[in-house]
């Protein structure tokens, strides 16, 4: 299944305190879709589930990844540290994939779960981005009980190198702990200090 939410007019959007539940239990299926799109998306309080039994499935906020594709991409994104989103195997499949993305600040404070299957599979695929300016204290799980983690990309567009070592290093973190690492890239020279709270 598929559920949108757009503004394709021009207007904000805000999703607040309600469920979106795409999730199947069929064997077999993997979740469904949701798109939340506007020229500024706001969740407060969201629930979002995209389970399924052979792999999660596709959350977009905002845009899709790197701000390509064909849906259109909010100027900001904003998703508050209540609001939780889910999109993981739950039988035999990988994790699913999870978008935020803005063309000029996505502040992401929420929950996301792209987990692999209990009985196999790989860990799923969450971007965090913008074109210009990220905000992340938040919470990502891409783990899998019986395969590998997934990946995290905290980045801009166009981002090389220090995106790939990120779905490494902030997962190896326990929550709470601050994370500083030496950019490349868009952060070539800088100092960044994260706190961050990934799932293990």
């Known amino acids: 299944s598929s559920i949108v939410l757009s503004s394709l007019n021009g207007d904000s959007i805000l999703y607040s305190g309600s469920l979106i539940?795409?999730?199947?239990n069929e064997?077999?299926?993997?979740?469904?879709?949701?798109e939340i799109l506007g020229k500024q998306v706001v969740l407060?309080?969201?629930?979002?589930?995209?389970?399924?039994?052979?792999?999660?499935?596709?959350?977009l906020?905002?845009?899709?990844?790197q701000g390509k594709g064909t849906v259109p991409n909010a100027t900001v994104t904003l998703v508050s540290r209540d609001s939780y989103i889910h999109a993981d195997a739950t039988?035999?499949?990988?994790?699913?994939?999870?978008?935020?993305?803005?063309?000029?600040?996505?502040?992401?404070?929420?929950?996301?779960?792209?987990?692999?299957g209990s009985e196999g599979g790989n860990g799923g695929f969450v971007q965090v981005s913008s074109a210009q300016d990220t905000d992340f204290n938040g919470f990502v799980d891409a783990s899998a009980p019986q395969g590998n983690r997934g990946t995290f990309i905290l980045d801009q567009a166009g981002t090389t190198g220090y995106a790939a070592s990120?779905?490494?290093d902030l997962l190896d973190y326990y929550p709470g702990q601050t994370v500083t690492i030496i950019g490349s890239g868009?952060?070539?020279?800088?100092?960044?200090?994260?706190?961050l709270h990934p799932s293990k």
Do not use: K, P
Not at 91 to 114: E, K, P, R
């Open 21 to 24: 539940d795409v999730s199947t």
């Open 27 to 34: 064997a077999g299926a993997v979740g469904g879709r949701v």
């Open 44 to 59: 407060i309080g969201a629930r979002i589930y995209a389970y399924g039994v052979a792999g999660g499935g596709m959350v």
């Open 61 to 65: 906020i905002g845009g899709d990844f």
């Open 91 to 116: 039988g035999l499949g990988n994790g699913g994939t999870v978008i935020a993305w803005s063309d000029q600040a996505t502040h992401f404070y929420g929950h996301i779960s792209v987990c692999g």
């Open 166 to 168: 990120l779905a490494t």
């Open 186 to 195: 868009w952060l070539a020279g800088e100092t960044v200090s994260l706190l």
